[in-house]
């Protein structure tokens, strides 16, 4: 017996439900069918389904007839929800396309069409509704042709020399046959539909079971069961949880077969298939094993996604349709939006097509949707899982961006002991292509790890675009150069160069706005066409040119999504309700508007820190920023020898002029410290040291200057005896850190057990550390250790690289020698002190010095 997973697919009121309960019912898996509008239906069986009478959720039956087991997946029909039917396309086989007689061929229908044919899917046709009246046969199928395709056949007609003819125009083996046999046989029939050459159309009426019997001997008869591999393969196509609150996750086996207590990649470990079970509506069946061509639930993954591929199929499909809306969650004020977010997320997971987004800075939850209806799905599924009530904001459209023309991105990131470049191509694409990743690069000039590691950072985040810091899209990005470093090279080098090489391939480039559009069907009464074209164009919307049919006037077309908004109940209002307008989503386009909205969004590219276009460099042991604009004259990759020639890339990297760079960034305060500022400090110590022996080269043979006597007075007080209120900064932010080293070194778990088998080796771990830090903070890092026990020692400072090391003099503490120093700078400098010791931070607090722990020092210097 063969095995085929067939979909249900169809626009909304199309009688697609009730076509599902009569198949089952014939097939004698139910014994009567039930009605949609009396909440009665065998698939649409969740509560919410039956409150709203529509299909709200994909769900699964299983059926046998003839030679053929089917595997029915009934997906839903509102265009708000088709995201939902699209993951199910991933596992079809063959697709049953339901079409209402009454609405013909709708914009929803087209869509539908469009995507089964980007997957490569089958179709079977059945024109429902064909008992109303002025239901015409011939008409229809000339429409479909028109606007579906012409190879669509009328398999529900005699199969005449007309039919063969028609049906073998699209495969010249095909008309051989015909012109040979004066006919076709089954197999090149069922070859045809399954190369889809030939879509077979059926007519009946769900609701009075006429037609469904003869579709039903067609699914056996004209369809053939996939050649699958002994390889185990799988896909996985939807997410839910049972009454139990039990995780599930939906598969098509595509290989070989799976067997319970078996274990499957899950994230980064494996897990245990713990049970299988077949479902068929509410119902469900545990089974020890299936096969390739079976559709089943597994439990026990728990990091499983839709769309992901298992086995042979390892990697993921992204979906075509795109939430163009996003909404504000509004929560109420008791309620923890940490908590509802994480609540949001269980959602998500469920349901791919919600796209949850969390603003860190305003503890606020956002969701990008397809429509209105899949937020009051949303809203009642929270209420129901979680008992928690949310509304939305009126929405904002959602916006993306490309580009014009090629470009070549650079990004750069090196500062101390880090190392990595790369160089991109950007090409624009046809709109609707997506993003394209892709490396030419010999692997003499960097290695196949590294490509393969940029080619992942590129598509592991979404990028945003510099008009109004929007996704980009339509592009091909190819990697075309880079460079690491065998000594100082790591993974997370290429993430941060990679991310800059795209930021700054779109600042230099010429960036194009683009806004999502509806396809709309418009259907007026005949008065009131010109109303209608009048509000179309002030909507900048392309439609065509009106068709009159019994005393209607039918028009189609696209619209922006910003201004049909709202649009349908205003034609509901100027047309007492006789008038209707079917709008489904149809990609993205130019902006009309792109000032407007660009200036409407205020968004500085520049301000965006997350989202860097400049690069890091280094010299003489510091990382340096360079700007954007000054990247490809400080970039190691030679542009030249990559040979790219198309001008307008060349035009760009010669015709960027930008001001003198300034390789040292000015802080917060508006104060940058230079070189001899820093010396005047070291030259003005009391006191010098003679060369002491010490593994490090000493480069300064300074101590910092402090004057005699300067230990802190009164350590909460200023001038005057007035309270004095210390700053408050980031130690990150600050002209100079203090570290005081044995301190930090005995408050870290890794240092302090290093440092008990060996000093010297926990000093050099911290003072690495240290120079990172610098280097990315370019901060005067100054690190503090204890010497008042070696008899005779004066106040030594080294340089270690690009940061000082301070060891104190005779009877003089690590503690005291941070207070001197804060006493003497703390109120002119932004001066930062790491230290755990509860009295010292006391004192350096009362000299304006900003503090921070041990402990929590470690975090931050972890981060950054």
Same mark, same amino acid.
């Given at each position: 017996?063969?095995?085929?997973?067939?979909?249900?697919?169809?626009?909304?009121?199309?009688?697609?439900?009730?076509?599902?309960?009569?198949?089952?019912?014939?097939?004698?898996?139910?014994?009567?069918?039930?009605?949609?509008?009396?909440?009665?239906?065998?698939?649409?069986?969740?509560?919410?389904?039956?409150?709203?009478?529509?299909?709200?959720?994909?769900?699964?039956?299983?059926?046998?007839?003839?030679?053929?087991?089917?595997?029915?997946?009934?997906?839903?029909?509102?265009?708000?929800?088709?995201?939902? @039917?699209?993951?199910?396309?991933?596992?079809?086989?063959?697709?049953?396309?339901?079409?209402?007689?009454?609405?013909?061929?709708?914009?929803?229908?087209?869509?539908?069409?469009?995507?089964?044919?980007?997957?490569?899917?089958?179709?079977?046709?059945?024109?429902?509704?064909?008992?109303?009246?002025?239901?015409?046969?011939?008409?229809?199928?000339?429409?479909?042709?028109?606007?579906?395709?012409?190879?669509?056949?009328?398999?529900?007609?005699?199969?005449?020399?007309?039919?063969?003819?028609?049906?073998?125009?699209?495969?010249?083996?095909?008309?051989?046959?015909?012109?040979?046999?004066?006919?076709?046989?089954?197999?090149?029939?069922?070859?045809?539909?399954?190369?889809?050459?030939?879509?077979?159309?059926?007519?009946?009426?769900?609701?009075?079971?006429?037609?469904?019997?003869?579709?039903?001997?067609?699914?056996?008869?004209?369809?053939?069961?996939?050649?699958?591999?002994?390889?185990?393969?799988?896909?996985?196509?939807?997410?839910?949880?049972?009454?139990?609150?039990?995780?599930?996750?939906?598969?098509?086996?595509?290989?070989?077969?799976?067997?319970?207590?078996?274990?499957?990649?899950?994230?980064?470990?494996?897990?245990?298939?713990?049970?299988?079970?077949?479902?068929?509506?509410?119902?469900?069946?545990?089974?020890?094993?299936?096969?390739?061509?079976?559709?089943?639930?597994?439990?026990?993954?728990?990091?499983?996604?839709?769309?992901?591929?298992?086995?042979?199929?390892?990697?993921?499909?992204?979906?075509?349709?795109?939430?163009? @809306?996003?909404?504000?969650?509004?929560?109420?004020?008791?309620?923890?939006?940490?908590?509802?977010?994480?609540?949001?997320?269980?959602?998500?997971?469920?349901?791919?097509?919600?796209?949850?987004?969390?603003?860190?800075?305003?503890?606020?939850?956002?969701?990008?949707?397809?429509?209105?209806?899949?937020?009051?799905?949303?809203?009642?599924?929270?209420?129901?899982?979680?008992?928690?009530?949310?509304?939305?904001?009126?929405?904002?459209?959602?916006?993306?961006?490309?580009?014009?023309?090629?470009?070549?991105?650079?990004?750069?990131?090196?500062?101390?002991?880090?190392?990595?470049?790369?160089?991109?191509?950007?090409?624009?694409?046809?709109?609707?292509?997506?993003?394209?990743?892709?490396?030419?690069?010999?692997?003499?000039?960097?290695?196949?790890?590294?490509?393969?590691?940029?080619?992942?950072?590129?598509?592991?985040?979404?990028?945003?675009?510099?008009?109004?810091?929007?996704?980009?899209?339509?592009?091909?990005?190819?990697?075309?150069?880079?460079?690491?470093?065998?000594?100082?090279?790591?993974?997370?080098?290429?993430?941060?160069?990679?991310?800059?090489?795209?930021?700054?391939?779109?600042?230099?480039?010429?960036?194009?706005?683009?806004?999502?559009? &509806?396809?709309?069907?418009?259907?007026?009464?005949?008065?009131?066409?010109?109303?209608?074209?009048?509000?179309?164009?002030? @909507?900048?919307?392309?439609?065509?040119?009106?068709?009159?049919?019994?005393?209607?006037?039918?028009?189609?077309?696209?619209?922006?999504?910003?201004?049909?908004?709202?649009?349908?109940?205003?034609?509901?209002?100027?047309?007492?309700?006789?008038?209707?307008?079917?709008?489904?989503?149809?990609?993205?386009?130019?902006?009309?508007?792109?000032?407007?909205?660009?200036?409407?969004?205020?968004?500085?590219?520049?301000?965006?820190?997350?989202?860097?276009?400049?690069?890091?460099?280094?010299?003489?042991?510091?990382?340096?920023?360079?700007?954007?604009?000054?990247?490809?004259?400080?970039?190691?990759?030679?542009?030249?020898?990559?040979?790219?020639?198309?001008?307008?890339?060349?035009?760009?990297?010669?015709?960027?002029?930008?001001?003198?760079?300034?390789?040292?960034?000015?802080?917060?305060?508006?104060?940058?410290?230079?070189?001899?500022?820093?010396?005047?400090?070291?030259?003005?110590?009391?006191?010098?040291?003679?060369?002491?022996?010490?593994?490090?080269?000493?480069?300064?043979?300074?101590?910092?200057?402090?004057?005699?006597?300067?230990?802190?007075?009164?350590?909460?007080?200023?001038?005057?005896?007035?309270?004095?209120?210390?700053?408050?900064?980031?130690?990150?932010?600050?002209?100079?850190?203090?570290?005081?080293?044995?301190?930090?070194?005995?408050?870290?778990?890794?240092?302090?057990?290093?440092?008990?088998?060996? @000093?010297?080796?926990?000093?050099?771990?911290?003072?690495?550390?240290?120079?990172?830090?610098?280097?990315?903070?370019?901060?005067?890092?100054?690190?503090?250790?204890?010497?008042?026990?070696?008899?005779?020692?004066?106040?030594?400072?080294?340089?270690?690289?690009?940061?000082?090391?301070?060891?104190?003099?005779?009877?003089?503490?690590?503690?005291?020698?941070?207070?001197?120093?804060?006493?003497?700078?703390?109120?002119?400098?932004?001066?930062?002190?790491?230290?755990?010791?509860?009295?010292?931070?006391?004192?350096?607090?009362?000299?304006?010095?900003?503090?921070?722990?041990?402990?929590? &020092?470690?975090?931050?210097?972890?981060?950054?």
């Amino acid at each position: 017996m063969k095995n085929i997973t067939l979909g249900i697919i169809a626009h909304v009121d199309s009688g697609k439900t009730t076509l599902s309960e009569v198949i089952l019912y014939r097939t004698g898996i139910i014994r009567s069918f039930g009605r949609v509008d009396k909440g009665e239906s065998f698939l649409d069986n969740d509560s919410l389904e039956r409150k709203r009478g529509i299909t709200i959720y994909s769900k699964q039956a299983v059926f046998s007839y003839g030679d053929t087991k089917v595997n029915l997946l009934d997906t839903p029909g509102h265009a708000d929800l088709s995201a939902e @039917m699209e993951r199910t396309l991933q596992v079809l086989d063959y697709a049953l396309l339901i079409i209402s007689a009454g609405d013909g061929i709708t914009g929803q229908s087209e869509n539908l069409w469009r995507l089964l044919e980007k997957y490569g899917i089958p179709v079977l046709i059945f024109f429902n509704k064909m008992d109303m009246p002025d239901s015409d046969r011939e008409s229809l199928l000339d429409e479909a042709r028109r606007r579906l395709s012409d190879r669509i056949a009328d398999f529900g007609a005699e199969r005449t020399d007309e039919f063969y003819d028609h049906a073998a125009m699209g495969d010249e083996d095909s008309m051989e046959e015909y012109l040979s046999e004066g006919k076709l046989s089954d197999d090149t029939i069922k070859d045809l539909i399954a190369d889809r050459k030939v879509f077979p159309a059926f007519f009946g009426s769900a609701l009075k079971d006429e037609g469904v019997g003869e579709l039903i001997n067609a699914i056996d008869e004209l369809t053939l069961e996939r050649d699958y591999p002994e390889e185990f393969g799988a896909r996985v196509f939807k997410i839910f949880r049972d009454d139990s609150g039990r995780r599930l996750t939906m598969m098509k086996i595509t290989g070989g077969s799976l067997k319970a207590r078996s274990t499957l990649p899950d994230g980064e470990t494996l897990s245990k298939i713990n049970q299988i079970r077949i479902y068929s509506g509410d119902r469900f069946e545990t089974v020890p094993e299936v096969f390739a061509g079976d559709v089943c639930a597994v439990e026990g993954l728990n990091e499983s996604h839709a769309g992901q591929g298992f086995g042979y199929e390892s990697g993921s499909v992204l979906p075509v349709l795109m939430p163009v @809306m996003r909404y504000r969650a509004v929560i109420g004020a008791d309620k923890d939006p940490v908590i509802c977010c994480r609540q949001f997320r269980i959602i998500e997971e469920e349901n791919p097509e919600l796209y949850v987004d969390w603003d860190e800075e305003t503890k606020e939850i956002y969701v990008r949707v397809m429509g209105e209806v899949q937020l009051e799905v949303l809203s009642e599924v929270l209420k129901r899982r979680f008992d928690l009530d949310v509304t939305f904001d009126t929405g904002e459209v959602i916006y993306r961006e490309t580009i014009e023309a090629p470009v070549i991105g650079a990004g750069h990131f090196e500062p101390l002991r880090h190392y990595a470049e790369v160089i991109l191509l950007m090409e624009p694409l046809e709109a609707g292509s997506g993003l394209e990743f892709a490396a030419d690069v010999d692997t003499d000039l960097l290695a196949l790890n590294w490509q393969r590691l940029i080619l992942t950072h590129l598509a592991e985040k979404e990028h945003r675009g510099v008009l109004t810091g929007s996704v980009i899209t339509d592009m091909r990005i190819t990697v075309i150069g880079g460079r690491a470093d065998k000594k100082h090279t790591e993974g997370g080098d290429f993430r941060k160069a990679t991310y800059r090489a795209v930021r700054q391939g779109l600042m230099m480039a010429k960036n194009v706005l683009l806004e999502p559009y &509806f396809s709309f069907k418009l259907r007026v009464p005949a008065a009131n066409v010109g109303r209608a074209m009048t509000d179309l164009d002030r @909507m900048n919307a392309v439609f065509s040119v009106p068709e009159n049919s019994s005393g209607y006037a039918l028009i189609s077309g696209r619209v922006p999504v910003r201004e049909a908004a709202g649009y349908p109940m205003e034609l509901a209002a100027y047309t007492k309700g006789l008038g209707s307008m079917t709008m489904v989503p149809d990609g993205y386009g130019r902006c009309r508007d792109s000032e407007g909205v660009i200036a409407s969004k205020g968004y500085d590219p520049l301000a965006d820190t997350a989202n860097t276009p400049d690069s890091v460099f280094c010299a003489r042991g510091s990382g340096y920023i360079v700007p954007y604009d000054r990247v490809y004259e400080y970039i190691h990759t030679d542009l030249d020898a990559l040979r790219i020639e198309k001008k307008d890339i060349e035009d760009v990297i010669s015709g960027a002029e930008v001001p003198v760079l300034d390789t040292r960034r000015t802080r917060s305060s508006g104060y940058s410290l230079g070189t001899e500022e820093i010396d005047s400090i070291i030259s003005g110590t009391t006191g010098r040291n003679a060369a002491a022996a010490h593994k490090w080269k000493s480069k300064r043979k300074k101590t910092f200057g402090l004057q005699a006597g300067g230990a802190a007075n009164s350590a909460m007080h200023g001038k005057g005896g007035k309270t004095f209120v210390p700053s408050v900064f980031q130690p990150e932010d600050a002209d100079y850190l203090l570290v005081d080293g044995y301190n930090v070194i005995f408050a870290w778990d890794d240092l302090k057990e290093l440092a008990l088998d060996n @000093m010297d080796a926990a000093r050099i771990s911290l003072l690495e550390k240290l120079c990172n830090w610098q280097a990315v903070t370019e901060s005067e890092v100054i690190a503090v250790f204890d010497a008042y026990r070696v008899k005779g020692h004066d106040t030594e400072v080294l340089d270690y690289l690009n940061i000082h090391v301070v060891f104190t003099k005779e009877a003089e503490t690590a503690d005291q020698y941070i207070e001197k120093f804060a006493h003497a700078h703390g109120k002119k400098h932004k001066v930062a002190v790491v230290t755990s010791d509860g009295l010292e931070q006391i004192i350096i607090r009362g000299e304006g010095c900003s503090l921070v722990s041990s402990r929590d &020092f470690r975090k931050k210097i972890e981060l950054i």
